[in-house]
């Protein structure tokens, strides 16, 4: 099975500033016959299910804000969130969908600083 | 509007089982697969199996085989998850989640049900 490790744990950022958070799975998720890498990234709010922010490690779901973006190939993925807002509070999870079964990242806590 | 609406929390005693429904609207039922995923407190979400609604096809993570069943009524617009031989640890959120399209990401999510096991 495909592990999904994320980086760091938690973080803190100031209001405007820049957050990032890293993935790495265990084994490439990038599908040569379409050239397409099988990664997600989720935002979740205490007492609410997670909401899709990215997929297709790079493609923004329709509605959220183009402040979050996605980036990287293969093993390695990161989500920014260029200028952090309060709303953007939570905890952050990475999830492949390369092969059964899926799984997710440990999660990342932002918070502000 | 998509929209999946899940049953209510549960309370269970050890070796019980519990069915948790997953109503969905706004989109072809039948041309979907529904995934559900469980999250423990403070924990990262475990996925534990998904059912393709047309073709009646169902996979299971291999730690729920033989505990585990999902089902759906076509004509209700329903996927149920059933868990049986429930254990403390099985003490979750449980979440219905659609995936978008044939092998594509989790788009849309029910808003969670509780299930509690405890003696």
């Known amino acids: 099975d495909i592990v999904m490790t994320q980086s760091p744990d938690s973080l803190a950022v100031s209001l405007g500033e820049r957050a990032t958070i890293n993935c790495k799975s265990s084994q490439s998720i990038l599908h040569r016959s379409n050239n397409k890498n099988y990664l997600a990234w989720f935002q979740q709010k205490p007492g609410q299910p997670p909401k899709l922010l990215i997929y297709?490690?790079?493609t923004r779901e329709a509605g959220v804000p183009d402040r979050f973006s996605g980036s990287g190939s293969g093993t390695d993925f990161t989500l920014t969130i260029s200028r952090l807002q309060a709303e953007d509070v939570a905890v952050y999870y990475c999830?492949?969908?390369?092969?059964?079964?899926?799984?997710f990242g440990q999660g990342t806590r932002v918070e502000f600083k | 509007q998509v929209h999946l609406v899940q049953s209510g929390a549960e309370v269970k005693k050890p070796g019980a089982s519990v069915k948790v429904s997953c109503k969905t609207s706004g989109y072809t039922f039948t041309r979907s697969t529904m995934h559900w995923v469980r999250q423990a407190p403070g924990q990262r979400p475990e996925w534990m199996g998904w059912i393709n609604v047309g073709y009646d096809d169902t996979r299971y993570l291999e730690k729920f085989q033989g505990r585990l069943t999902i089902t759906c009524d076509k004509s209700a617009g329903t996927a149920y998850m059933e868990l049986s031989r429930l254990k403390s640890e099985d003490t979750a959120v449980y979440f219905c989640a659609r995936e978008q399209w044939v092998d594509g990401a989790f788009d849309i999510w029910g808003q969670g049900t509780m299930v509690t096991v405890s003696s």
């Open positions: 999830q492949h969908y390369y092969v059964i079964p899926v799984a």
């Open positions: 297709w490690a790079s």
